[in-house]
């Protein structure tokens, strides 16, 4: 669950981290009682106002009585926050699904203003694992106000938005990372632990890649729940497409539905997943592979993975030799940006090669494999031919160099002799 964030108070557990600081500012509405009034009070009730510079509802025009009710123009607080002028306040952790979905549930008011928004979130909130405690009431659970701070509202592509794509692994872990708030739940704390290690994590927290996924593109956004054990090679295909369909033609898709067992998350973990090698294939001391069958005592799924094993670091090897003599050929000067595109060819036939053992299948496996030998054969004897041709010239040089000190000093020695019969 994430945190409660009360319309007044506007706080979470933890308040969300962002990237930026500070956001774009929009002046505030003129002869709006509402804001004049909240301007001049004191902490929390003034908070608002200052968070609303910031609001992307502001922005587009809208201001307090839009969603609160009530008469602006009045400057009595009885007449202004007057139930019968449509006045709510604060529609409390529990009304606020609602309370959002008057406008963004109405497709005709949200063309008005954002055509592309969808409007059916509250929708898909209530499927969600958040709006089904909600709606239970559970007033811990998140709701709105929890993912998109109350009165601080900002667009996704804002980088100081809370729902930016990379703040959300933070706002997320703002109540998924608290042991306390998350103790009544049951709920494991380690998520974001986790994926901030993740090559996930690490491209999107570290590198910037906004490509990278976060929280959201595998558990979704309004209607966020775990993905169930057969649904989550689905999500992960939903990048990973090609691994997906090795997967599906592999005989491991079919040992695992039988045994109810979740396809990526076996290999590869769930929030902490790294980057596997070769060395975790076969039945080595870091082999994933024998975790399961080596259990299952069998031989042939063993015997499968070592040859795979066996064959991926066969193009391992081969690379490097191929890449070693070619860093030689050019420290020699010799002209080697041919045989350069043709080791990015070798290294693309790798990539394939090791996106290839989701099938599961030696020969499959074995097609790319030869493939990728033959070129890094051409390379390595390119290279090599290089390496042969800088050491033909190099003793050619030291005998033409030889060949010419002795001319000179003939030469030398015939003007010495010439110069002394002279005399």
Request: with cysteine; proline share 5%; charged share 20%.
């Amino acid at each position: 669950m994430l945190g409660t964030a009360a319309v007044w108070t506007f706080s979470v557990p933890i308040a969300p981290k962002v990237v930026a600081q500070s956001g774009e500012t929009h002046p505030l509405p003129e002869n709006d009682w509402c804001i004049t009034c909240h301007a001049e009070l004191e902490d929390e009730l003034a908070r608002p106002v200052s968070l609303f510079t910031r609001d992307v509802h502001l922005a587009t025009g809208l201001s307090c009585a839009d969603c609160h009710g009530g008469d602006r123009t009045a400057e009595d607080p009885d007449v202004a926050m007057d139930p019968h002028k449509g006045f709510v306040g604060n529609p409390g952790p529990l009304g606020m699904p609602k309370f959002c979905d008057r406008c963004h549930g109405d497709a005709a008011f949200m063309k008005e203003y954002n055509p592309g928004l969808p409007v059916d979130q509250y929708t898909k909130y209530l499927t969600s694992v958040h709006g089904q405690r909600n709606k239970a009431g559970d007033k811990n659970a998140a709701q709105c106000a929890s993912c998109h701070p109350a009165h601080d509202m900002k667009p996704t592509n804002d980088p100081t938005s809370s729902v930016y794509a990379l703040n959300i692994p933070n706002t997320c872990g703002s109540c998924h990372a608290d042991s306390a708030y998350m103790a009544s739940y049951g709920i494991p704390v380690n998520q974001f632990a986790g994926y901030s290690k993740s090559v996930h994590g690490r491209a999107l927290l570290e590198r910037h890649d906004l490509g990278a996924p976060a929280c959201n593109d595998c558990h979704g956004n309004h209607a966020a729940s775990p993905p169930i054990t057969g649904a989550i090679a689905n999500v992960c295909g939903n990048c990973h497409a090609f691994n997906a369909e090795l997967f599906a033609r592999s005989p491991h898709k079919k040992a695992y539905e039988e045994r109810g067992i979740p396809a990526c998350e076996v290999c590869h973990g769930v929030h902490e997943i790294h980057q596997l090698s070769v060395e975790n294939l076969g039945d080595g001391p870091e082999s994933i592979c024998a975790t399961c069958h080596a259990a299952l005592d069998d031989s042939r799924g063993i015997a499968v993975a070592n040859v795979l094993k066996a064959e991926l670091t066969k193009l391992d090897g081969e690379y490097d030799r191929a890449d070693s003599l070619l860093t030689v050929a050019e420290r020699k000067g010799m002209f080697v940006e041919d045989a350069q595109f043709k080791l990015k060819d070798a290294r693309q036939a790798i990539i394939q090669a090791n996106t290839l053992i989701h099938a599961f299948s030696d020969s499959v496996l074995q097609i790319k494999v030869d493939s990728g030998m033959v070129v890094l054969a051409s390379v390595a004897q390119a290279a090599q031919e290089q390496i042969d041709e800088a050491s033909f010239r190099r003793f050619g040089l030291v005998i033409a160099s030889l060949i010419i000190s002795f001319v000179a000093i003939m030469l030398f020695l015939k003007i010495r002799d010439l110069e002394r019969k002279r005399k």
